[in-house]
């Protein structure tokens, strides 16, 4: 079974720091684009940043370059979000996503549950 | 910077009745293969989102068939057919073509009238 599951959520003060691991299993990590996206507390789905197969590309919504950094290891199947001197406006559950393998696509087809990040004094 | 809308952000619908979602992008999301880079996604209540339709019309694996896209370039639909309880939920468009990447409607909230 193809899964993500997603941890390292928590509490943090604004400021703070956090790393966010996602662990893929059940299909071939390497050849697939990942992307982080989140979600505010009752508000909609919004795309914060994307590793390309060898994690020599990505790319970062504005909101949050500079500040967050993806990664990932693919010896041990994981995906990781660095994020850096964290602001309320964070707060959020986070997903990690799995793109399409289809030459050409873009979408998202598979995704985590979720971890939860809470940024507040 | 491309703009996603959807209408209505609300729909209270009627279990066996069809039901039909717009999403509107800014700019046109038909690349030069002839793909239209708009997905739909359902969230159903306390679940991550799930995929439902790619690249406009495409049904994603396990999807039921009472779910359909359609539409082109800039204007596009997910109707569901025989609305069942089981479909209430958020449903999400996003496009995957134009700057920036990877954005998403505001979100259409169905339930059960």
């Known amino acids: 079974e193809v899964q993500l599951v997603e941890s390292g959520g928590g509490s943090v003060q604004p400021g703070g720091s956090l790393r966010l691991s996602c662990a893929a299993s059940?299909?071939?990590?390497?050849?697939?684009?990942m992307h982080w996206v989140r979600q505010g507390p009752e508000k909609g789905l919004v795309w914060v940043s994307r590793i390309n197969f060898d994690g020599s590309a990505t790319t970062y919504a504005d909101s949050v370059r500079g500040r967050f950094t993806i990664s990932r290891d693919n010896a041990k199947n994981t995906l990781y979000l660095q994020m850096n001197s964290l602001r309320a406006e964070d707060t959020a559950v986070y997903y990690c996503?799995?793109?399409?393998?289809?030459?050409?696509?873009?979408?998202?087809?598979?995704w985590g549950k979720g971890t939860t990040v809470t940024v507040s004094s | 910077d491309v703009v996603m809308t959807q209408s209505p952000l609300s729909l209270p619908v009627t279990p066996g009745e069809s039901a039909s979602i717009s999403c509107r992008s800014s700019q046109s999301l038909l690349d030069g293969n002839g793909y239209n880079h708009l997905d739909w996604y359902l969230q159903k209540p306390g679940q991550s989102p799930q995929l439902l339709i790619y690249l406009g019309s495409n049904r994603a694996s396990g999807v039921p068939d009472r779910f359909s896209g359609s539409g082109s370039g800039t204007d596009f639909t997910l109707k569901i057919s025989r609305v069942e309880a089981e479909d209430v939920g958020v449903y999400y468009c996003?496009?995957?073509?134009?700057?920036?990447?990877?954005?998403f409607g505001p979100g259409t909230k169905v339930d059960i009238k």
């Open positions: 059940g299909y071939s990590f390497s050849s697939h684009w």
């Open positions: 996503t799995r793109e399409s393998a289809a030459v050409g696509t873009r979408y998202m087809d598979v």
């Open positions: 996003m496009q995957g073509l134009q700057t920036p990447l990877f954005t």
